[in-house]
């Protein structure tokens, strides 16, 4: 962790709630049961899935990312999978992903 490019008020006491709202596909396809996925904290963070095989998603689910300070120099990467059956032996499918999102650039 390094503190010195913290911003001066940020403890692990402060926590950031990040919302999931919408995911957009570029193409129209079936989804048998779409969700987003993050790991934060060394801690998997999945939606609910959405049941949905429109090309714009909506989501209202929120996340709480406490410990800054401790993860401050981490990042966030959001991927989407559909939770389907026939696609490998986990049973979903990777729709897409996010490039990684700075803890840093959250807090500034």
């Known amino acids: 962790m390094n503190e010195d490019f913290a911003p001066i008020d ?4 402060c926590k950031i709630e990040l919302k999931i709202q919408k995911v957009q ?6 989804y048998a049961g779409p969700y987003v996925q993050f790991f934060y904290n060394n801690k998997e963070n999945v939606t609910k899935i959405e049941g949905s095989s429109t090309q714009n998603i909506d989501f209202d689910d929120v996340f709480t990312l406490n410990k800054l300070l401790t993860n401050i120099d981490g ?15 986990n049973g979903q499918e990777l729709l897409g992903s996010t490039f990684p999102i700075e803890i840093l650039s959250l807090v500034q």
Do not use: M, P, T
Request: hydrophobic fraction near 35%.
């Open 25 to 30: 596909f570029i193409k129209e396809a079936d």
């Open 75 to 89: 990042s966030i990467r959001l991927k989407v999978f559909d939770k389907g059956i026939d696609y490998n032996k």
């Open 10 to 13: 940020v403890n692990d006491n």
